[in-house]
């Protein structure tokens, strides 16, 4: 996986595949320490401590397929290239938080890649039964995108709807774009 927008994605896939309704997504550029921030948060079923301490070996999966679970381990792997690390908090029932941190401008750190393609992809499949919450912070300056304010205004649009999904593609670039 080359950008961290593609790890993301696949980290909120296992929020979806553990009954989520709500992940947030937070990533944080500061530049002063040099530390890029990443965080994702769900209200999933959770792990208990014996899954936690299996889920960053590669051969480790509770999918019922014979394929290598792989997502967590990447991800570790991404952290450990840049001088990061990967730490993961989940209580079983509550839900699960993954943190990642990177050395910001390590030659090795992974770019953010297409962070609005990640996020509308999330919105487009299963925003209308999962809350996404993205921020999105470079130092002090912040971009908040929050599913649920959105379909409060949306009142009885769909949020997944195609003219909608345009439309918040283009308020996710230009957010993202005023904080860079
Ligand atoms: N957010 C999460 N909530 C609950 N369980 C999780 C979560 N993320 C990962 N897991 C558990 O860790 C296992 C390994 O995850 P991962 O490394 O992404 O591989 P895979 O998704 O292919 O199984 C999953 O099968 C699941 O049991
Ligand atoms: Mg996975």
Redesign the pocket.
Known sequence: MEDLSLHIL?IAE??I??GATKIEIMLNEDINQNILTLKIK?N????DKE?IEK?LDPF????NVR?I?????MLAQAAKEAEGNIDIK?KKGKG?TIIAKFVHNHIDRKPFGNMTETIINLIGSRGLDIDIIYQHCKNENCFIFDSIEIKKELQDIPINNPGVLSFLKKEIEKGLKEIR
């Open positions: 696949d296992n929020s595949n553990a769900d999933g079923k959770g792990m899954t889920v480790y999966t509770t999918k394929r679970g792989l997502g967590l381990p989940s699960t």
